[in-house]
């Protein structure tokens, strides 16, 4: 995701993508150092995304409000005017809404994978690996 023109990147993540990641302040941090502007949509309530990112010490230059995603996604469009707009998300749902309002779309998976961010499901695998063994012979 780095290069020349990186500084000109507008990103945005569905919010079921930020969950799916372990690490979603990071993920916003290292976001910024090649994304202008970093954000969240959403369908879900305006306090549902404010609780998820006060939480996680996520700053967001933008987020949908009480807005729907497709009108988020437009009008931070329209407002933000970089050469590349990319969405994260993680359904062909996602896709297909990216399609319809002219941004890249991009499956959290691929955008972990490229950007060396680590998937909450990665992290549930090793937590679990830790963990003793459970007997199953105890009274």
């Not at 990186?6 to 372990?22: D, H, N, P, R, Y």
């Not at 967001?60 to 437009?74: A, T």
Request: glycine share 6%.
């Amino acid at each position: 995701m780095n290069g020349p023109d990186s500084g000109t990147m507008t990103l945005a993540f569905e919010l079921s993508a930020l969950q799916a990641l372990a690490d979603p302040e990071a993920v916003f941090d290292d976001a910024r150092r090649w994304a202008k502007y970093v954000g969240v949509v959403s369908d879900e309530p305006t306090y549902v995304v404010t609780n998820f990112t006060r939480k996680n010490r996520v700053r967001q230059d933008f987020f949908s409000g009480p807005r729907g995603r497709e009108e988020s996604l437009e009008s931070v469009h329209e407002q933000f005017d970089t050469d590349r707009h990319v969405f994260v998300g993680t359904d062909e749902g996602d896709a297909d809404l990216a399609d319809r309002v002219d941004w890249e779309y991009l499956a959290v998976e691929d955008a972990a994978d490229a950007a060396d961010w680590t998937l909450a499901t990665d992290t549930a695998s090793e937590d679990a690996a830790d963990e003793e063994p459970v007997r199953d012979d105890w009274p």
